[in-house]
């Protein structure tokens, strides 16, 4: 079973009508004009920024990542034992549970770094055919720009509606893909991988 989270940056104090047109302007200014597969894969089409976004200084990327780092270790937390812990993603995880997670099954609910990130441009009918994220651990997508008649993002056998201001993570080595949507519109994102690193914490 995969195990997708999905909140609203909305609930994390952004504006959306402010925040999303100044990250798409930021995206797009950003993109190679040439058509550019996804690192490691094949795309119908897609176009797409380099993958260090995450290098820039900013302020609407460094946001959304902000949020990103909050949420990975809940994120991992229900991932690792394939359930919802109790409490928000607002809500940092407990220390107490850090500790028991670290003791227990040896790994650390901080230990993971942004090792990727980059903005794509669908434009109408554009898609990106079934391809998975591996050998990273956790992947992103942040919407910053959709319209109704948008392809939802479909990860494994779950559909994850295509809706502005919605952050996803999900394991990276789960397949996924959005299918390309006759007069959909332009649709930009924000996506990127996270790795575990022990060292760290050292
Ligand atoms: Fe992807």
Not at 108 to 132: K, M
Not at 172 to 184: A, I, P, Y
Request: net charge negative; glycine share 6%; proline share 5%.
């Amino acid at each position: 079973m995969s195990l997708i989270e999905t909140v609203n940056v909305q609930d994390f104090g952004i504006n959306l009508e402010e925040f999303n047109p100044s990250l798409s302007d930021y995206i797009k200014s950003n993109i190679d004009n040439k058509v550019v597969p996804e690192s490691g894969e094949v795309s119908s089409a897609a176009s797409i920024t380099r993958m260090d976004l995450h290098a820039d200084d900013n302020e609407y990327v460094r946001k959304i990542l902000d949020i990103v780092l909050w949420i990975t270790p809940r994120v991992a937390c229900n991932i690792a034992s394939n359930s919802h812990m109790p409490g928000s993603f607002l809500e940092a995880v407990s220390p107490e549970l850090i500790a028991q997670v670290s003791q227990n099954s040896g790994w650390h609910p901080r230990a993971f770094e942004l090792t990727a990130c980059w903005g794509i441009l669908y434009d109408g009918a554009q898609g990106v055919i079934s391809h998975n994220h591996f050998p990273f651990t956790l992947s992103f997508s942040y919407y910053s720009h959709t319209s109704e008649e948008s392809a939802p993002l479909e990860i494994e056998n779950k559909t994850i509606p295509a809706k502005e201001g919605n952050l996803t993570l999900f394991s990276s080595h789960e397949q996924h893909e959005v299918k390309g949507e006759e007069n959909s519109g332009e649709r930009i994102a924000l996506v990127g991988n996270l790795s575990y690193n022990p060292r760290l914490l050292l």
